[in-house]
């Protein structure tokens, strides 16, 4: 699978994820996203489940979660929209490249408002 291809088709598993108007945070948010996309990576990349741990990289739900994210670092710092940053969520893998995933939640300013607001921006890098 071409790497464009593979944001495309993350793209719109990202785009069908029912997401709760209640979510409170970009960490729950994530939490909701990342089943999804490892999903989404196990059946494109026919990968196992335990081999994802060293191919999408997210702020860790354990110990083991959070040191992987920590190594992961040196790998994910990228320069996007005029500031450095580390991606909420990080692909890396050698048929697809680097994929840097940033989730933005935007919740309602005005009473009487019901959308959820959210944005994911998708970095392709080879």
């Not at 990576?41 to 110990?63: C, D, F, P, T, W």
Request: glycine letters at 6%; proline letters at 4%; one cysteine or more.
């Amino acid at each position: 699978m071409k790497p464009n291809e593979f944001v495309r088709g993350l793209e719109n598993i990202l785009k069908s994820v029912p997401i709760p108007q209640n979510i409170n945070n970009e960490l729950d948010l994530e939490h909701i996203l990342l089943p999804h996309i490892k999903s989404y990576l196990r059946k494109s990349l026919q990968v196992k489940q335990e081999a994802l741990k060293k191919i999408v990289y997210a702020h860790g739900e354990n110990e083991e979660g959070k040191r992987l994210w920590t190594e992961s670092k040196k790998y994910q710092t990228v320069f996007a929209f005029g500031c450095t940053m580390a991606a909420d969520i990080f692909i890396r893998h050698e048929n697809i490249g680097t994929i840097f995933i940033e989730i933005k939640l935007a919740k309602p300013r005005k009473s009487g408002w019901e959308k959820l607001g959210i944005l994911i921006i998708l970095k392709e890098y080879g």
